[in-house]
């Protein structure tokens, strides 16, 4: 999910009540929702799409969701005592307990891999154990009604809290309807995915109308049907192997989940993945292959 959705579920966390267990509670919820987005430094690195091949990966597997929040809460440890020896901790702040703040920092990273798990996008959630890819088909990467349910709450729950009122319950009753407005978004893709036709179906949440879901389903060999219309040009196999040693075209492939491929107006190959499949933005999320032909599919 993107960065504004999890850092509300982190404040939404300690708004419940956790952030009265240590100081810095909330930097460490916050924060540590946000962490495993640290592999998106691979941008400065990598050229093109390879960062398909990379996100989502080591810094979302079981190694790093025990590391990343220990190496969060020995800053913010730290941080609080070079404070105090300047004097200017503030007085209001409570005592930091070492073991609190690690254990909302890994809570929160937790937080992290669940929420990415919920798109069509994919996550590895074993690495570097196991690349595979995992899907939850369950909401759009940006959900605005996840925005407005806890950016409400969130922003309740403080001015509550500032006026001596109980906080935590609207705190609580946002992570509650979160949870079954997610559950219900499971059930539609479930539903969805059951009533396609042919092989199983990538059943993908549309962003606005997150109760509606473009159906996906694997066509014949090299094609797509999304929503009924049949996208890929050229015989997938030979553009594969004409792809060997391109390390764009390489990562795309490790990432895409419905590959497919576009004959070029040059006669070349683009590839593309059939859950991004944009004609109105067709540079997105595609590789082109300038020295790869096309060899075109029949149209049965």
Not at 107 to 112: K, N
Not at 141 to 169: N, P, Q, T
Not at 294 to 300: D, F, H, K, T, Y
Request: aromatic letters at 12%; glycine letters at 10%; hydrophobic letters at 45%.
């Amino acid at each position: 999910m993107d960065n504004i959705t999890h850092s509300l579920v982190g404040a939404l966390i300690g708004q419940a009540g956790l952030k009265r267990k240590t100081g810095l509670a909330m930097p460490a919820l916050i924060i540590g929702a946000n962490l495993p987005d640290v592999d998106a430094a691979c941008f400065f690195w990598l050229e093109g799409v390879e960062h398909l091949g990379f996100r989502r990966g080591i810094t979302h597997g079981p190694p790093a969701l025990v590391l990343l929040p220990l190496i969060l809460a020995g800053l913010l440890y730290g941080f609080d005592r070079w404070q105090a020896k300047r004097g200017t901790r503030p007085k209001g702040r409570l005592p930091v307990h070492f073991g609190w703040l690690y254990g909302l920092a890994f809570l929160g990273c937790l937080t992290h891999p669940a929420l990415d798990w919920l798109n069509v996008y994919g996550i590895r959630l074993l690495e570097p154990f196991s690349s595979q890819w995992f899907y939850g088909d369950t909401l759009f990467i940006i959900d605005v009604w996840l925005w407005a349910l806890m950016g409400f709450a969130c922003v309740f729950s403080l001015r509550r809290e500032k006026r001596g009122g109980d906080y935590e319950e609207p705190a609580r009753w946002a992570l509650g309807i979160g949870i079954l407005y997610i559950a219900a978004n499971s059930v539609i893709t479930s539903l969805v995915g059951a009533m396609a036709s042919g092989q199983p179906a990538i059943a993908s949440p549309r962003p606005l109308t997150s109760w509606q879901r473009e159906v996906i389903e694997p066509y014949r060999a090299g094609k797509w049907q999304i929503d009924g219309e049949v996208v890929g040009e050229c015989a997938l196999e030979p553009v594969v192997k004409g792809a060997k040693g391109n390390s764009q075209a390489e990562a795309f492939l490790f990432w895409s989940r419905a590959p497919f491929a576009e004959r070029a107006p040059d006669g070349s190959v683009v590839l593309r993945d059939a859950r991004f499949y944009d004609p109105r933005a067709r540079d997105r999320f595609s590789v082109a292959l300038p020295d790869v032909k096309c060899e075109e599919l029949s149209a049965n």
